[in-house]
């Protein structure tokens, strides 16, 4: 029970637990900005969740909406970036390499004006922070890459979402605690005329966030297999392959879906960018979007930030850069290139700062089995992995 108090000018109000109300003051006192907004959220496993997140977002700008997309890797509206109070964000000062054709050899320029990736996901008051600055912007839409963990420190308890995505756990099993706040952030909504909810049906977990819906939000599901799922002869997938072609260059797959057949070639490589497109295509057709627009958007995205990025200057060969900073997560960037019909797998590597030499032998390792030619660098970066495939 709440006691208010008051001393002077000042006045207190004392609760027995302040972050079970934290998120209801954060949302007043920023005039719950989510309101303001046509709201997305997209959880699950981290890579997946972000890189469904840019497909929405290019979906939904391709119908000249003002999106903003908050994610792991930062936070902009269009081409700005944003700090993670919401501002517009500018450089301390100018890049001093930004007009060369290259650096000069062993000499780093000096540059502390870059944007800096966020190290944690936003608490309460950040993300009504955030969507307020969105909103001060001039966003018409918010897409959130929330991945579970988000999801448990119950970050987003005050925001209203017309769209939740579940892309699903990754490569296990999902954990119990992922499955409930899941099913808490499905629970919530509770208007089957404006709130949509997107699983994919590929998860186990699928049944009971479905169920966790069903009294709300009207769900729409989608798949990755070419086999879809089916029960009594009819697709337990609303949207689903038809056929995958992968390459070392692109993607391109046909959909099955409600408003018909849809053919899409993108520049993301990999058999899990079918799992992220298909869910990109649900949320467009869950949020009203046309075929044209959701083909002109899927279609615009060039790569996700450290998610097998295709480089292409006009070379004959294919250059891909990924993130991989552990030996499992370079096994299965390699492994991807492998199925897409790499040849020749060139790979340079190099361990992030700090590792002990069990870790960068392992990495070494996996890359050594994996890889025609490797080369190992001797200085660390963020980025630890880039391969080049024939």
């Given amino acids: ?18 972050s079970a109300v934290i998120h209801r003051l954060a949302k007043t006192f920023y005039e719950d900005p989510a309101s303001a907004l046509t709201t997305v959220c997209v959880t699950g496993a981290a890579e997946s969740s972000t890189a469904t997140s840019f497909l929405i977002r290019a979906v939904l700008a391709a119908t000249q909406q003002q999106v903003a997309l908050l994610t792991p890797l930062g ?41 800096e990736a966020p190290t944690s996901p936003p608490d309460v008051l950040g993300v009504q922070q955030l969507l307020a600055g969105c909103v001060d912007a001039g966003a018409e839409t918010a897409v959130l890459a929330a991945p579970v963990r988000s999801l448990r420190a119950s970050a987003l308890h005050a925001c209203r979402f017309d769209v939740a995505v579940w892309t699903g756990a990754g490569d296990g099993p999902a954990a119990e605690d992922d499955v409930v706040a899941a099913e808490a952030l499905l629970a919530a909504m509770a ?7 997107v699983l994919c049906v590929d998860d186990g977990a699928t049944h009971r966030l479905r169920a966790a819906a069903s009294a709300g939000a009207r769900a729409l599901t989608y798949s990755a297999q070419l086999d879809r799922p089916v029960a009594d002869g009819s697709p337990l997938a609303d949207v ?12 391109t797959v046909t959909l099955a879906t409600p408003l018909g057949d849809i053919t899409l070639r993108t520049a993301l490589v990999g058999a899990h960018a079918v799992a992220d497109i298909a869910a990109a295509v649900t949320v467009g057709i869950a ?18 930030p450290g998610q097998l990025e295709s480089i292409d200057e006009g070379q004959p060969f294919a250059v891909i850069v990924d993130g991989a900073r552990t030996p499992m997560a370079l096994e299965k960037a390699l492994k991807t290139v ?23 032998a392992a990495l070494g ?13 001797t200085c660390a970066a963020r980025r630890a992995a880039g391969c080049v495939g024939r």
């Fill in 287 to 304: 949020l009203g979007a046309t075929v044209d627009t959701i083909v002109a958007g899927v279609e615009s995205v060039r790569g996700v």
């Fill in 365 to 377: 390792r996996m890359a050594h089995q994996l890889s025609d030619v490797l080369i190992v660098r």
């Fill in 338 to 360: 492998r199925d897409c019909g790499a040849q020749n797998v060139i790979t340079v590597v190099g361990a992030t700062a700090g590792s002990d030499k069990a870790f960068r």
């Fill in 75 to 115: 936070y902009a509206l269009g081409a700005l970036k944003l700090t993670s109070r919401g501002a517009i964000w500018e450089p301390d000062e100018d890049d001093p390499t930004r007009d060369r054709l290259c650096t000069t050899p062993n000499f780093l320029a000096p540059y502390r004006g870059k944007y």
């Fill in 191 to 197: 208007d089957p005329k404006t709130q949509r909810a």
């Fill in 1 to 18: 029970m709440a006691q208010v108090t008051a001393g002077g000018t000042i006045a207190a109000v004392l609760v027995p637990d302040a």
């Fill in 240 to 251: 689903y392959p038809l056929s995958v072609d992968l390459s070392i260059w692109d993607t």
